[in-house]
Each structure stands twice: as C-alpha cells, then as structure tokens.
C-alpha cells in the first residue's frame, strides 16, 4: 500500500524557517520523482520542488531558489523541504506527492503524480 505522510508545517515568522519531511511506504523500489506542492487559499495547486530517485537531480520553481532545499534520506525512505528565508507568500499547504517509474522529474502537473499525501499547513506570518 502506497503512503505518503508529510509532517513538520507550523507557524513561523518571516524569515524564519521550517523543515518539512515526508515519509514514503510501499513503494520504494525502483526509481521515480518526489515533487513537493503548495495550494493557497483561493489559487491553484503548483509545484515546488522535485527531486529524482535515480540521479539525485533536483528542480526548483523560480520563487523559492536559493531559499528551498529538497533532499532525500535513503535509509529513512524520508524526502524533506528545507524552507529558509520564509515569506508571507510561502504560505500554503504542503504536499508531497509521487510520479512512479520517472527517472527524471519531469515537470509539476499535478495529475502526472501518482500518489499524494494528506498535506501539511505553513504558515508565515508576525
């Protein structure tokens, strides 16, 4: 069964910073992409980050570059969102979600991915 669990949103002021992780279960053979997402209230889903399993290569959406670091721990099986440099605009919920048998990432339409988690709230605000 496949599972994605993301934890470690919250409340911080701006330019503060947060750690979010995401916890993969039943599917960790073979290769594919973890993509990290955010919806704000009243805007549409977009994409991150993203980061693939067979050559460790990472993407960036433009506003969160220099600031954001994706990152994989493989005997965790956990991928995790440094975010540094908070702004209100980061607010959002978080989802990390996966695209299977990808070996690159490829992009950030979210019906490309297979299986998303349950989301974790940031909040940036004084």
């Known amino acids: 069964q496949v599972q994605l669990v993301e934890s470690g949103g919250g409340l911080v002021q701006p330019g503060g910073s947060l750690r979010l992780s995401c916890t993969a279960s039943g599917f960790t053979e073979g290769y594919y992409a973890i993509g990290w997402f955010r919806q704000a209230p009243g805007k549409e889903r977009e994409g991150v980050s993203c980061i693939s399993t067979m050559d460790g290569s990472t993407d960036y959406r433009d506003s969160v570059k220099g600031r954001f670091t994706i990152s994989r721990d493989n005997a965790k099986n956990t991928f995790y969102l440094q975010m540094n440099s908070l702004k209100p605009e980061d607010t959002a919920v978080y989802y990390c979600?996966?695209?299977?048998?990808?070996?690159?990432?490829?992009?950030?339409?979210?019906?490309?991915?297979?299986?998303w988690g349950q989301g974790t709230q940031v909040t940036v605000s004084s």
């Open positions: 979600a996966v695209q299977m048998a990808a070996y690159y990432c490829s992009g950030y339409v979210p019906y490309n991915y297979d299986y």
